[in-house]
């Protein structure tokens, strides 16, 4: 079993910066990737960023990859969500998750942390 346990997030004015945090516990060794989405108030819940846990390559959303960066702390077993820039439509629920291969489901999930850009 793997927990995942997200800190920060909060509210942040348009144009701001914030640092979204996830650690790792538990049973790690085979984990393949990370990811985090994002869940906007009725819309359903979209990819926002991975990273392959073992060798750090990374995904992006095309319209977010140039203000957001994913990463992680292998040894700490920690991952990392940096937003700068924000924007109004950034305004979501994000989530961390991680599965154990290529092809199989996210299996673990952590709690959701809020993330509301106001103007």
């Known amino acids: 079993q793997v927990q995942l346990v997200q800190s920060g997030g909060g509210l942040v004015q348009l144009g701001g910066s914030l640092r979204l945090s996830c650690a790792v516990s538990?049973?790690?060794?085979?984990?393949?990737?990370m990811t985090w989405f994002r869940q906007a108030p009725g819309t359903g819940r979209e990819f926002v960023a991975s990273i392959d846990w073992k060798k750090g390559v990374t995904d992006y959303q095309e319209s977010d990859q140039e203000r957001f960066t994913i990463s992680r702390s292998y040894v700490e077993k920690i991952l990392y969500l940096d937003m700068n820039n924000l924007k109004a439509e950034d305004t979501a629920v994000y989530y961390c998750?991680?599965?154990?291969?290529?092809?199989?489901?996210?299996?673990?999930w952590g709690q959701g942390t809020q993330v509301t850009v106001s103007s």
């Open positions: 998750a991680a599965r154990n291969g290529i092809l199989t489901p996210y299996e673990y």
């Open positions: 538990g049973q790690s060794d085979n984990m393949y990737a």
